[in-house]
């Protein structure tokens, strides 16, 4: 089993939608939790940040860390032909030494 | 503000051969760290470096080293290349003293024929 799962999609929504996008994890040492979006043959860009459980709002993202249930969620709001990428979460423990861990990407399609 | 650099974009090289490929951190970060992403999946961490020495290191073989230059740049270099090591090759940057946060250049794309 892999200590972070994440479904690859594709997620394909019509332009407007509220996109959910969600990760599971195994290891309760996680303190640090990511989403970075990732265009084809790009390299990844940080879309969010958040320490240990809680929402954390930006624009049209919101990132949701619930710790209980090892579980982190990324909502767009209004979502956009632009939005389509790779959202990719990914996650580090306080003696990780920054290594981060991360999940396969969902792949998500914005339909005009 | 240049970002985070790499290069080259694209490389073939056959099995058997070696590689090296380069990163420029962002301005003002001075650790970098190296991934492979396989396509489909998310990166693997294969080693970070700060002050010019190797400090953590992945689930990776010896054919793969590194180096980190005063300037705070660094190689990431493979020995005797695989088939499995054809992936998109990330290098990231921070700064020691700001937290988590990692900014990603574009990579470079390895084909091993």
């Known amino acids: 089993q892999k200590e972070v799962e994440q479904d690859p999609g594709p997620l394909s929504v019509p332009e407007g939608a509220i996109v959910s996008l969600n990760c599971t994890y195994s290891?309760?040492?996680?303190?640090?939790f990511m989403w970075y979006r990732q265009y084809s043959r790009k390299g990844p860009e940080l879309l969010m940040y958040t320490y240990s459980s809680g929402n954390k709002e930006d624009g049209r993202f919101t990132a949701q860390v619930d710790k209980s249930s090892k579980y982190i969620s990324l909502f767009i709001r209004d979502s956009q032909p632009s939005d389509s990428a790779t959202y990719l979460c990914a996650m580090s423990a306080t003696d990780s030494n920054y290594q981060l861990i991360w999940g396969a990407g969902t792949k998500l399609i914005i339909k005009p | 503000d240049a970002g985070v650099t790499q290069s080259p974009t694209h490389l073939i090289k056959t099995r058997g051969q070696q590689v090296t490929l380069r990163c420029s951190p962002k301005?003002?970060?001075?650790?970098v760290s190296w991934y492979q992403q396989a396509l489909g999946q998310g990166p693997q961490f294969i080693f970070q470096?700060?002050?010019?020495?190797?400090?953590q290191r992945g689930n990776f073989p010896d054919r793969f080293s590194g180096h980190q230059f005063p300037n705070y740049s660094s190689e990431l270099n493979v020995n005797a290349l695989l088939l499995g090591d054809s992936a998109l090759y990330l290098c990231?940057?921070?700064?020691?003293?700001?937290?988590?946060?990692?900014?990603f250049g574009p990579g470079t794309r390895l084909l091993v024929l």
């Open positions: 290891n309760s040492a996680f303190q640090y």
């Open positions: 301005s003002g970060h001075d650790t």
């Open positions: 470096y700060y002050e010019e020495e190797e400090r």
């Open positions: 990231a940057s921070r700064f020691r003293g700001g937290g988590e946060t990692q900014y």
